[in-house]
């Protein structure tokens, strides 16, 4: 089974590209609503929920874990792979090299949190590239929060993309993984000639390579398919976010942090779960 989160719904961005090429996975989201956003956050509370969510799919029987969120895969994800030898990791990496190969004219923004922008892996990517290429970094405070709140967002994508357009970035990378759900905003105030790139869709290829490199797990999969989702904050409000993005009503398991532990609360029977998220309610 193989667990995907972030603090919100950015990872819905990475979880429908993986359902979509790999339906027969069984998944479980968990959506850290009572900590978003996290790129605001220090270190150590990132690292401590990235700590207590892993723990939580491994005892839900997850093999493999998607940290389906730029900003605790910069600053937790050695840490999950140090603590937790018998899962599988994989992470968001900002996709500079592959937005690098799509430029024409070598000078790419990346639109991130400031945690992501300020993490050491970022510096490890960059260090990695072809000194020429010129990155416009652009950290986006307010963004991912105002995606997660649903409100507008057209003012701030065009402030923050002021930076890369003055510069003359062509391509620009999406490095928080609530970004492409705004895809089309995103897109429109940068202009047609200007390129995205999302790196959800390697993520998911990598996600299947591991699942696939596992064996026996997938096929226990093709047999279950099944996707569940579940917050610690409002299930209510993280069902009407999931149908609002995925266009699809789903059932949401809430869950609460006792400490450092995620537990679930009360809720409906296993039976009834996974009639419900088989498949789309009728009418959806
Ligand atoms: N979606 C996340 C990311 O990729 C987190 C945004 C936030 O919680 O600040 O960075």
Known sequence: MVGIFDSGVGGLSVWREIVGQAPHLHTTYVADQAHTPYGGRPTHEVRAASRGIARWLLERGCDVVVVACN?????ALQTLRDEFPSLRFVGMEPAIKPAAAL???KVVGV???PATLDGALFETTIARLDASLTIVRQPCPGLAEAIEADAPVEALVARFLEPSRRAGADTLVLACTHYPLIR????????PAVRIVDPAEAVARQTTRVVESLGAPVERGLEASRNDFSTSGDPERFAQQVQRWLGKRMYVQGLRWRGETLRALASKSGSEREA????PEPGV
């Open 71 to 75: 900003t605790a895969s910069a600053v």
């Open 103 to 105: 430029s024409r004219n």
């Open 276 to 279: 419900r998220n088989a498949r």
């Open 111 to 113: 639109l991130a949190t």
């Open 184 to 191: 089309d905003t995103i897109q429109r105030l940068a202009g």
